[in-house]
């Protein structure tokens, strides 16, 4: 059974950093892909960067230049560094696994973790 537990949220004000990570178990980053979404109130999911084993990395445009995913594929985590954060950013995240590489393309996850707050002060 695969299962992806989030952590590193919390509260933290514009401009400020947090560094997210997503530990999984029950499944092999050497053929997989591994996204972060997120989900504001009021708001539907959205996805916010992907890494694949065969294609690289993803992200949303929102995001990109301020957000980096990467893995430890050696401590089955992936991380999801987010730097100059906006109130906008504040939301529930998931990190979501799946085994097939083309998954950030299809956004076909089939294991979610359970979330973790961010909230970003102005």
């Known amino acids: 059974e695969v299962q992806l537990v989030e952590s590193g949220g919390g509260l933290v004000q514009a401009g400020g950093s947090l560094r997210l990570s997503c530990a999984a178990s029950?499944?092999?980053?050497?053929?997989?892909?591994i996204g972060w979404f997120r989900q504001a109130p009021g708001k539907e999911r959205e996805g916010v960067a992907c890494?694949?084993?065969?294609?690289?990395?993803y992200y949303a445009d929102s995001v990109k230049g301020r957000f980096t995913i990467s893995s430890d594929n050696a401590k089955n985590t992936v991380y999801l560094q987010m730097n100059l954060l906006k109130p906008e950013d504040t939301a529930v995240y998931y990190c979501?696994?799946?085994?097939?590489?083309?998954?950030?393309?299809?956004?076909?996850?089939?294991?979610w973790g359970q979330g973790t707050q961010v909230t970003v002060s102005s």
């Open positions: 029950g499944f092999s980053f050497d053929d997989a892909a």
């Open positions: 979501a696994a799946d085994d097939s590489p083309i998954a950030c393309m299809t956004r076909l996850f089939d294991s």
């Open positions: 890494i694949s084993s065969r294609d690289g990395t």
